[in-house]
C-alpha cells in the first residue's frame, strides 16, 4: 500500500543553500576524475618495466621544474585534492542531513526504495573509498604499511603490496565501489550543472556507464596482473 504526505515547501534560502552545495559537490567530484584519469593513465606505466614506473613515478615529483622548485607542483596539486575530497565530503554530509530533515518519515514507494539504495550505496561506497584512500597512501606513497619500506623504490613497494592477495581484494572491492560512485555522480553532476535533459539521459547513463566501467578496469589491470605474476 502506498502512502503518500503532503510535500513541504522549502524556504528560498534552503534551496539557495542547497543548490549551492550540490554545485560544490560536482565541481569538487570533477576535480577528483581528472585526477582519477592522470593516475590510472600513471598507473599502467607498471606494464612498460620498474624503469619506466620509477621514472614516471620520479618525474611527479619534479614536475615544474626549475621553475617552481623541488616538489612545489606536487604539493599544490595534493593540496587541491584534499581541499576538493573535503568538500566533496562536507557537501555529501549536509546535503545528506538536510534530506533527512526535510523528509523524516519514510516512503513506502518503489521509487523511496530505489533511491533510498543508491544514496545508501553512495553514502557507504563514499566510506569505503575514503578509508581506502587513507591505507593507499600510508602503504603506497609513504611505505609506512608497505612490506618493503619507505625506502624502496615506488615500482617495488607496488609489486610488494599487491603480492598480498589481502591487500588485492581490498583494493579491488574498493575501486569496484568507486566505479559504482563515479557512475552516479557523473549523472547527478549533469543534473546538477543543467547540462542533462529528458532527451539527454540515456546518453548521459549510458556515457556514466561506459566511462565508471573503463577507470575501474584500468585500476584494476595492475593489481590483478601483479597478483597472478603477469607484473613482477
Do not use: C
Not at 519514510?106 to 530505489?114: D, E, S
Not at 619500506?149 to 579491488?172: E, H, I, K, M
Amino acid at each position: 500500500m502506498t502512502v503518500t504526505h503532503a510535500t513541504r515547501r522549502t524556504p528560498k534560502a534552503s534551496k539557495t543553500t542547497s543548490v549551492f552545495k550540490k554545485a560544490v559537490m560536482a565541481v569538487s567530484g570533477i576535480i577528483l576524475v581528472l585526477y582519477l584519469i592522470a593516475h590510472v593513465i600513471g598507473n599502467l606505466k607498471a606494464f612498460s618495466g620498474a624503469e619506466s614506473f620509477n621514472s614516471y613515478s620520479g618525474w611527479i615529483r619534479t614536475v615544474g621544474n626549475p621553475a617552481l622548485p623541488g616538489a612545489t607542483a606536487l604539493w599544490v596539486i595534493r593540496i587541491v585534492l584534499l581541499v576538493a575530497v573535503i568538500a566533496h565530503i562536507w557537501a555529501a554530509v549536509s546535503l545528506w542531513r538536510q534530506a533527512k530533515r526535510a523528509r523524516p518519515e519514510r516512503y513506502v514507494t518503489k521509487k523511496a526504495v530505489a533511491q533510498n539504495y543508491a544514496s545508501r550505496t553512495m553514502r557507504w561506497g563514499g566510506v569505503i573509498i575514503l578509508a581506502f584512500i587513507i591505507y593507499h597512501i600510508l602503504d603506497l606513497t609513504t611505505g609506512t604499511v608497505n612490506p618493503e619500506g619507505f625506502d624502496s623504490t615506488p615500482y617495488d613497494r607496488l609489486v610488494a603490496s599487491f603480492q598480498n592477495p589481502f591487500v588485492t581484494a581490498f583494493y579491488a572491492i574498493s575501486v569496484i565501489l568507486l566505479g559504482m560512485h563515479l557512475r552516479h555522480g557523473i549523472w547527478s553532476a549533469t543534473q546538477t550543472l543543467g547540462q542533462s535533459n529528458r532527451r539527454r539521459e540515456k546518453t548521459v547513463s549510458a556515457f556514466a556507464f561506459a566511462f565508471a566501467t573503463l577507470i575501474t578496469a584500468g585500476f584494476l589491470l595492475v593489481p590483478l596482473s601483479v597478483l597472478f605474476g603477469l607484473i613482477d
